[in-house]
């Protein structure tokens, strides 16, 4: 019996998965012919149970025998369905998922709609390949839910989220219904950044009126802060005399020399025997540091030119351009 019904979960299994090898865009509805359902192992020793009570009711013909026999099949019967219920027309959709660099773990935020009227309570969740779902949520009535799984982020690229598993054994564990479900998300994974890190590289070039850039140069004083002046060169112990908060004024530090720096970060200038993955590692290295440092850049890799430039939206481009480099339709 138990190998007839392993056959033939394995043949659904594998209809089901066939049908799933696409992701599934929208929301989501888990019908009642997505939910497959089995006995556990509580389950099979309950029938192995009621068998006895039905063997010793027949052979001492008893009446009560008979009546508890057959109602509690009757609550194993109706276990089995509220267990299936409680999966069944569960709805499920896609959150936002953000970038990560190789190596890390990548996040999917995932949500489970409930628009029934009837709670449905120890629903796991989980990615298939990690074997049994480890996260459980309850959706309230007309209500929903989220959690997020992870999931590891090992090249650069895009990384399409990985089948999800839904289980429960909700309400009395005699059985177990799961459905499957592919999100249709994806996570853009950056190069890893090269580790120990290489200095920057800059051109120096001669200026008309001789002021050089910020922080390259030597000291000349203090002058009121203009728009775009790095924090980290604000003159802190002025500031502190002169609260803005009282009308006081922002100061930065004012520097003065013979050169001006110029930032650019050029996939063609390094060394042609470098790696390939080790050159986009370095390149993220440096915009990471650009960033950190407040020093605007310019970014050149391929058909990209960007910048000079910073802030969220230049750095975010760069490394974009750095994880789907080499990657057809990767855009």
Not at 66 to 83: I, R, S, W, Y
Not at 107 to 112: A, I, K, P, R, S
Not at 224 to 245: E, F, V
Not at 303 to 316: C, E, N, S, V
Request: overall charge positive.
């Amino acid at each position: 019996m138990m190998a007839a019904l392993h056959s033939l979960y394995r043949k659904g299994r594998d209809q089901w998965l066939f049908q799933l090898r696409d992701s599934e865009p929208g929301v989501v509805t888990l019908t009642m012919r997505r939910v497959f359902i089995l006995p556990t192992r509580a389950g099979l020793a309950f029938t192995v149970l009621l068998l006895v009570m039905l063997i010793g009711a027949i052979n001492y013909n008893l009446g009560l025998g008979f009546a508890l026999t057959f109602f509690t099949g009757a609550c194993a019967v109706a276990d089995m369905v509220m267990t299936a219920r409680n999966l069944a027309l569960l709805q499920l959709a896609c959150g936002r998922a953000q970038p990560v660099f190789a190596g890390e773990e990548a996040q999917f935020e995932l949500h489970v709609l409930n628009r029934s009227r009837r709670d449905r309570f120890a629903v796991w969740m989980g990615f298939q390949a990690d074997g049994e779902p480890r996260q459980v949520l309850d959706v309230p009535a007309c209500g929903s839910s989220a959690l997020q799984l992870s999931a590891a982020a090992r090249r650069r690229g895009w990384l399409p989220a990985p089948r999800v598993r839904l289980v429960t054994r909700f309400p009395l564990g005699l059985f177990r219904a799961w459905a499957y479900w592919q999100p249709d998300a994806r996570v853009l994974v950056y190069p890893a950044p090269e580790l120990p890190p290489q200095p920057l590289p800059s051109a120096g070039a001669a200026s008309e009126d001789g002021h050089g850039t910020v922080g390259l140069d030597n000291f000349a004083g203090i002058r009121s802060y203009q728009p775009g002046d790095p924090l980290r060169h604000l003159a802190w112990r002025q500031i502190a005399r002169h609260d803005p908060a009282l009308g006081g004024q922002l100061v930065t530090k004012h520097f003065e020399g013979g050169a001006v720096a110029e930032l650019c970060l050029d996939f063609a200038a390094l060394p042609l025997q470098l790696d390939l993955e080790l050159k986009l590692a370095r390149m993220a290295r440096w915009v990471l540091e650009a960033e950190q440092r407040a020093l605007p850049y310019r970014f050149k890799l391929a058909q990209h030119d960007y910048g000079p430039a910073l802030g969220d939206a230049h750095r975010a481009s760069c490394l974009r351009a750095l994880a789907l480099f080499g990657q057809e339709g990767g855009a």
